[in-house]
């Protein structure tokens, strides 16, 4: 008997996923263990101060992705459980899937893969590029779709950061350069693929509300409180880590002040945008990842978190508007705005630090955790790694790079996959909206045909 049409789509996302957790169930219990048990007592001591030094950072990101970047993206108001849930559902399958792929690719020794917390929090920074990547097409996609493109994202990330931290020896601990501009640019490129060259006018559901605007604040908040964790737990424990933090914290304090200085210059009436402080708090933080453990003065850290936010506001009030009109580019939640352009910055900084720094004949200099194909006791060190400052400099340049093309190209492919019908891309006019993916028990609050489960029924038919 033929499936219906309209509860096909229904039945895609249970059979994806249910296919995709049988087959990890599967793969675990097969190949995957945990690190055996260390007989001497000082290994014991040794291995628990790692963890009760790397698991505080690791709880403090999962806030960040869990809460904070799900609230943050709750600034639709019609869409807050949609895009509460689907953060999360990416989360927890991108980290499966990117543990997978990172076990596969380095640690398969002796037909075992040996599980501990390093390697779980590699693949939740994985993650974390998907989650970024979304935002780009935040409502417009269904969760098909969108698991689709964390499948497709995360092999093409870890090959990336293979290349850019293994080969070319990046230094990038907070992951400026290897997470938000190539989930920027990803995500861009599946955006531009997915909708084409079609300009849509504003979606009557876009518009935020007072109410959602201050959920989506909360989150930003949560995100700016936990912020220097996510940049400091791969750096080696003592001068490095500390300083990661503390130029995190000025970043982002430099940030939040200039965002609102940038915001009420540009309103004619001098009131504050709430999408300005959303972002542009947060982005000295994504600016300063990849300089916070290399040695440079505080006021470097001030500047430079400064700096990304007004780029950051300048870019929603001007190049946002400006890239919809002469490129049709679609971008719901201003990634480019918030990690795109912060990343580029951020990347340039770290060319001119790593020039300054190889005049400095103190020979301090910059050390973090490899997030590559390592365990928490491999360590990236060195003077560059043995380069001067002008080819480290070129290392930096050249990472960057990388970055953006190998992003952009498998954004675009990855958009393209996307199309495809069977991936029930929702409706137009039931795009933004909760009621097409979730039993809304209070239909009070959301009024009129387009909620009604009639019309969902009739807009998956078509």
Not at 189 to 203: C, D, I
Not at 231 to 253: K, Y
Request: negative net charge.
């Amino acid at each position: 008997m033929a499936v219906p049409p309209s509860t096909h789509p229904r039945r895609l996302l249970p059979l994806f996923l249910g296919l995709f957790q049988g087959a990890l169930l599967l793969f675990f219990a097969l190949f995957v263990t945990y690190d055996e048990a260390s007989a001497q007592a000082e290994d014991i001591n040794l291995v628990a101060n790692q963890i009760y030094s790397t698991f505080p950072f690791f709880q403090d990101i999962q806030v960040m992705l869990v809460v904070g970047l799900g609230l943050l993206l709750t600034f639709l108001p019609r869409y807050g459980f949609s895009a509460l849930t689907h953060n999360f559902l990416l989360l927890n399958f991108s980290v499966q899937w990117a543990l997978v792929l990172q076990g596969l690719l380095h640690h398969f020794h002796h037909g075992q893969i040996h599980l501990d917390l390093h390697k779980l929090l590699i693949s939740e920074f994985a993650a974390v590029t998907v989650l970024i990547s979304v935002g780009a097409i935040l409502g417009k996609a269904s969760p098909c779709q969108l698991l689709v493109m964390a499948t497709c994202e995360i092999p093409v990330y870890l090959a990336s950061e293979w290349v850019m931290v293994i080969c070319l020896g990046v230094l990038d601990v907070g992951g400026t350069i290897t997470i938000h501009v190539f989930s920027c640019y990803f995500g861009l490129g599946v955006s531009k693929a997915l909708f084409r060259a079609t300009q849509q006018p504003l979606h009557p559901k876009e518009t935020p509300t007072p109410r959602s605007d201050l959920m989506s604040l909360v989150g930003t908040l949560i995100l700016w409180v936990f912020w220097p964790s996510f940049v400091a737990v791969l750096c080696q424990p003592g001068d490095a880590q500390h300083r990661a933090i503390l130029n995190t914290l000025l970043a982002m304090s430099a940030s939040a002040i200039t965002t609102v200085v940038a915001s009420s210059l540009l309103e004619r009436d001098g009131k504050l945008s709430p999408g300005h402080l959303q972002n542009g708090s947060l982005a000295g933080g994504v600016a300063i990842g990849v300089v916070a453990d290399m040695p440079m003065p505080p006021v470097a850290a001030l500047a430079l978190g400064s700096l990304s936010a007004v780029v950051c506001v300048l870019g929603f009030r001007f190049l946002t508007p400006l890239l919809g009109r002469k490129l049709t580019l679609h971008d719901q939640c201003g990634i480019h705005n918030l990690h795109g352009l912060p990343g580029i910055l951020g990347a340039a900084a770290s060319v001119v630090a790593v020039l300054v720094a190889s005049k400095d004949t103190s020979g301090s200099h910059s050390s973090q955790l490899s997030p590559v194909g390592g365990n928490a006791s491999e360590v990236v060190e060195g003077q560059w790694g043995g380069r001067g400052g002008g080819g480290q400099a070129l290392c930096q340049a050249a990472g960057l790079a990388v970055a953006v093309g190998a992003s952009l190209l498998a954004g675009l492919l990855t958009g393209a996959a996307l199309r495809l019908p069977c991936l029930a891309r929702p409706p137009e006019r039931l795009c933004f909206d909760d009621s097409l993916y979730f039993k809304i028990q209070d239909q009070a609050e959301s009024p009129g045909p387009d909620s009604s489960a009639e019309e969902g029924a009739l807009a998956l038919k078509e």
